[in-house]
């Protein structure tokens, strides 16, 4: 089994700050995902990211994929309390069609 | 509205008793896969099915079946339940291009085995 390393684990900021999480594995991947999870609810898709050194905005997001494939990072500029929520990545590989890999998640709270 | 809808949502039960988690998507998704997500593991995969009548292991799959006799719908079955399956259960579906493709999520199953 391949495994994504989230960290932070937990990350507490004040509303306005940058904040940036990090996802990384010692293997490649076919795609890589992000999703945000709130309380009593499923994950929900942010992004896709499917080619090394992609880098894709969403608003105040920032998705980069590392130009190996291996890593991926999400960047959020001036966070505001609705960004708090748990946030997945999730890795999927060439020949493991149908298993989608999920790292463990950082836990985000941005207080006003 | 597209969805996928998980029932029953919360349950307590007892060791050894069998329990069924249903999961029905109307999307008509060919990919459909359960998850379960335990604080500080995340969510690892259980099973998961291609497409009709083709279910395979994900990572945690002792101690669970699945089914998949329809396209709509890909239950999770319990035979002998125990406290280590405890856990808070998620079903999800995506059309083609699984890989790169979106998943959708139920909102959740929250399993108690005492």
């Known amino acids: 089994t391949q495994l994504l390393e989230q960290s932070p684990q937990f990350l507490s900021i004040q509303e306005g700050e940058n904040l940036t999480v990090y996802c990384n594995s010692s293997s490649v991947f076919s795609s890589l995902q992000w999703y945000r999870q709130e309380p009593g609810e499923g994950p929900v898709l942010l992004v896709t990211v499917v080619t090394g050194g992609e880098v894709k905005k969403l608003k105040r997001l920032t998705f980069q994929f590392g130009d190996a494939r291996k890593d991926s990072s999400l960047h959020i500029t001036a966070a505001q309390p609705g960004d708090t929520g748990l946030y997945l990545c999730a890795g999927a590989h060439q020949d493991s069609w149908g298993k989608l890999q999920f790292g463990a998640g950082t836990q985000v709270v941005v207080t006003p | 509205e597209a969805q996928v809808t998980q029932n029953p949502r919360y349950l307590i039960t007892v060791t050894g008793k069998k329990l069924t988690v249903t999961c029905s998507q109307n999307m008509n998704h060919e990919y459909m896969s359960w998850y379960r997500q335990d604080p500080g593991l995340g969510l690892r995969q259980i099973y998961y099915?291609?497409?009709?009548?083709?279910?395979d292991k994900g990572d945690v799959p002792e101690g669970y079946k699945v089914s998949r006799k329809e396209k709509r719908n890909f239950p999770l079955i319990l035979e002998s339940p125990s406290p280590n399956q405890t856990s808070l259960y998620f079903c999800?579906?995506?059309?083609?291009?699984?890989?790169?493709?979106?998943?959708?999520f139920g909102e959740g199953s929250r399993l108690t085995v005492l």
């Open positions: 099915s291609m497409n009709v009548e083709v279910t």
């Open positions: 999800a579906s995506s059309g083609t291009g699984y890989l790169s493709g979106e998943l959708f």
